[in-house]
């Protein structure tokens, strides 16, 4: 019944504190009080006083695990209590040790739920196993079992201090000469005073500490808010497309104009043909945006198709800023195309090259249609 209250409770526990490290949540602590057999007790006439010491860790703030160690004194002891003989005839001070292993369980926050720091009083059930020693030439060894109930009251700023009353009984469980049981005749009874000393834990308090957990109308706030960015972002896509269809249109505009003649010459059949796709980029970057990469493609097709085909890219920056500069980032954007195409789209290198026309304002007359990368085929 305990270890299915323990599993219970670690379950709830998980679900409400923050996630502890091997180190957090160890405690230490002392105690002592009196003790006298459970059956033939006389008041003041075989009561014998004892002593602890006990070291554990809470695993959740419900369920623990603890070992402890006591010494017992005195001689008031009858005859059938937890020995064979009168323990008048163990000739040392110490007559009697016992070592326990403890399962806790806080049974105020397993059935009220952790409120974020202990309460000022709790109620904790303690049970185990020990191995229990008669001291002297009356040397036995038993198997033992201890149960008790601790009356807690937290102390200290943190809550790191822990003053406890507890009443307790002990069984002598076994040993060479009875087998296996659970009897009052051979058990004992105490009230145990002790205090326990918390150690400092990685979240900076002594105690566990409540997860911030989001809910639901913040978590739906910001789902809302991650679909509104993505339309947003579709929306741009669109008019990326927009653009590079309207920057199109523009250059082959500008191209008429610039082979207008103001004068009657002579022109010369044209020695490359300019394709029509473009890559436009964002200001001062040399970067391809994602939705660049579709002209691009076409031309990775366009050469695909046509095997004997060799483009020269031409790489160009809007005005702002200084002509250096402008230079070198109209070189990058020419550079960044001619390496997409070889090693995306698997184009020879041979077949490829890349100039940077410097800083214009003479292809489109937005300024930012001017910051493009151009193709020709110069086989043409």
């Not at 105690?207 to 509104?228: S, T, W, Y």
């Not at 970067?287 to 990775?300: G, K, V």
């Not at 960044?336 to 003479?362: E, F, H, N, W």
């Amino acid at each position: 019944m305990l270890a299915v209250a323990a599993l219970s409770a670690q379950t709830m526990s998980a679900q409400t504190v923050e996630e502890s490290k091997n180190f957090d949540n160890w405690y230490i602590g002392v105690n002592g009080g009196i003790t006298a057999p459970a059956k033939n007790f006389k008041m003041m006439k075989n009561l014998n006083f004892d002593a602890g010491l006990r070291i554990g860790r809470w695993f959740t703030p419900a369920v623990g695990l603890a070992a402890e160690g006591e010494v017992y004194f005195g001689k008031k002891i009858t005859n059938n209590y937890l020995v064979p003989l009168p323990l008048e005839a163990i000739n040392t001070t110490v007559k009697m040790s016992n070592v326990s292993l403890l399962g806790t369980l806080n049974l105020s926050n397993w059935l009220g739920g952790y409120p974020g720091q202990p309460r000022c009083f709790e109620v904790i059930a303690v049970g185990g196993l020990g191995w229990m020693h008669y001291w002297g030439h009356a040397k036995e060894n038993a198997m033992s079992s201890k149960l008790a109930i601790d009356f807690t009251f937290n102390l200290g700023s943190d809550k790191q201090w822990q003053l406890y009353i507890e009443p307790n009984i002990v069984y002598h469980i076994a040993d060479s000469y009875v087998e296996p049981q659970f009897n009052l005749n051979r058990a004992n009874v105490g009230a145990n005073l002790g205090i326990n000393y918390k150690f400092g834990n990685s979240n900076g308090t002594h105690n566990f500490k409540i997860a911030e957990l989001r809910d639901q109308a913040e978590i739906d706030g910001l789902n809302a808010k991650i679909n509104e960015l993505r339309a947003n972002l579709n929306d741009k896509d669109a008019l990326l497309a927009a653009k590079d269809a309207q920057i199109r249109d523009l250059q082959a505009a500008l191209d008429a104009c610039n082979n207008r003649p103001t004068e009657p010459v002579y022109v010369k059949p044209a020695t490359a043909t300019n394709l029509q796709p473009t890559v436009l980029f964002r200001k001062g970057k040399s970067t391809i945006d994602a939705a660049q990469y579709a002209p691009i493609e076409l031309i990775a097709s366009y050469m695909k198709n046509h095997p004997d085909a060799k483009v020269e890219i031409k790489g160009y920056a809007s005005p702002e800023g200084s002509l250096e500069l402008n230079q070198k980032l109209s070189e990058d954007r020419a550079n960044a195309v001619m390496k997409a195409l070889i090693k995306k789209y698997k184009i020879s290198a041979d077949r490829l090259s890349a100039i940077g026309c410097g800083p214009t304002d003479q292809l489109f007359e937005e300024l930012e249609f001017n910051r493009v990368a151009t193709f020709n085929d110069m086989a043409k």
